[in-house]
């Protein structure tokens, strides 16, 4: 998406599009679309480079999706931006960021190892790493 966003800055710089609308019409997307790709050049110039020096990775193997990348994008200050772009990068256990423990003795195989496909990651043993069930208490949960 980077390299699509600089595209279309160049694209308008250059006179080659008019407009956000004549950019939607060139590509077939909408106005909201180009503009949500345009705001990928507002990143700070370090994630940039890092974004651009990513190997290409299979399809649902990213390191960062796009909705904790527009949560990087919503950040107007470059080192807000870093911290959203570490928050992003944080290994998950039940949809929350995993603690060193959880690294060190569930998750042998080494960091940024992904599970097989069709399998979860194993889950943390430790009862801050869990999921919280509603209505449920700590003994609840447990038994």
């Not at 006179?15 to 004549?22: C, E, F, K, P, Y």
């Not at 772009?85 to 060190?104: F, L, N, Q, W």
């Amino acid at each position: 998406m980077l390299v699509q966003a600089c595209l279309f800055q160049r694209m308008l710089e250059n006179g080659q599009a008019r407009d956000l609308a004549d950019l939607a019409r060139k590509f077939s997307l909408t106005r909201a679309r180009v503009t949500q790709i345009l705001d990928h050049t507002l990143l700070a110039p370090d994630i940039q480079r890092e974004i651009l020096a990513l190997l290409p990775v299979e399809p649902g193997h990213e390191p960062i999706r796009e909705p904790e990348m527009r949560a990087v994008l919503r950040e107007v200050l470059w080192a807000e931006q870093r911290k959203a772009v570490a928050r992003a990068h944080a290994p998950r256990c039940g949809g929350r960021p995993r603690c060193r423990e959880h690294d060190a003795v569930s998750d042998r195989r080494g960091p940024g190892v992904r599970p097989a496909p069709g399998r979860a990651p194993a889950p943390c043993a430790r009862e801050r790493c869990r999921p919280r069930s509603a209505g449920l208490t700590g003994a609840q949960r447990r038994a």
